[in-house]
């Protein structure tokens, strides 16, 4: 049963271009979130997504967007890069059928890592 | 979510017991505790959540204070393989339907170092 996988493994970009980072979530699960986690940090929310639609947002700027495909499967959009924007990006999934419980345990994929010079 | 502290950083010997304390001296009636770790070069991975009753699984087991105002991870024999951060996260038990929220909120967490 494959986890949460995540693509490209690793990626640099310069600043001002944009990236697109993909987000494959376990089997069964029907929710995805992202976050931001930079150097000796914990990770930070970014948004939720289920049935394709953004249920949840950190305090991110409109820069940062996705999207969730009928397949459960997500895209994390980032334009006009930012040095600070360097940072592991990591995808979350769960099964929430909409309802969200506080003993649902999320599952992580291992990350992209994300250079901009 | 209420917030908790931990210490920055613990050192534990190869094959011996290890504590990882929690404080959440705000948390509310409703609030589960999560435990994340996160190995180097990986994502966070689930590690035992409870509510008032002290809980066991094959990782860990986590020892929650009557009051719940404090809580502790307990590895029974750390390996070199626990060498992770431990976070301590709060979580709302009462649910919400529709376009609820989910987010889980990490703090800087607690650096376990174990020795060979």
């Known amino acids: 049963d494959a986890g949460v996988t995540q693509s490209p493994t690793h990626l640099i970009k310069t600043r001002g271009q944009q990236v697109t980072l993909r987000c494959s979530p376990k089997?069964?699960?029907?929710?995805v979130s992202w976050y931001q986690q930079a150097l000796g940090q914990g990770p930070q929310f970014i948004f939720q997504y289920y049935e394709e639609e953004e249920r949840q947002r950190g305090n991110f700027p409109d820069r940062f967007s996705g999207h969730q495909f009928p397949n459960y499967s997500s895209e994390l959009n980032v334009n006009a890069l930012l040095l600070g924007d360097s940072a592991l990006y990591l995808c979350?999934?769960?099964?929430?059928?909409?309802?969200?419980?506080?003993?649902?345990?999320?599952?992580f994929g291992d990350g992209t890592r994300l250079s901009i010079l | 979510d209420a917030k908790t502290t931990q210490p920055n950083s613990m050192e534990s010997n190869e094959e011996e017991p290890v504590h990882l304390p929690c404080n959440h001296s705000?948390?509310?009636?409703?609030?589960?505790i999560h435990w994340y770790r996160q190995l180097p070069s990986q994502g966070p991975e689930y590690v035992i959540h409870?509510?008032?009753s002290n809980v066991n699984n094959r990782m860990a087991s986590l020892a929650i204070a009557e009051d719940r105002k404090s809580s502790t991870l307990i590895l029974h024999r750390a390996t070199l393989r626990d060498a992770a951060v431990y976070y301590c996260?709060?979580?709302?038990?009462?649910?919400?339907?529709?376009?609820?929220?989910?987010?889980?909120?990490f703090g800087k967490g607690t650096k376990l170092s174990v020795i060979p």
């Open positions: 996260i709060l979580r709302d038990a009462i649910g919400y339907s529709g376009a609820g929220s989910y987010q889980l909120t």
């Open positions: 705000t948390i509310s009636g409703t609030d589960y």
């Open positions: 979350a999934s769960t099964k929430t059928g909409g309802s969200y419980w506080g003993n649902q345990p999320q599952h």
């Open positions: 089997s069964g699960h029907d929710t």
């Open positions: 409870g509510l008032t």
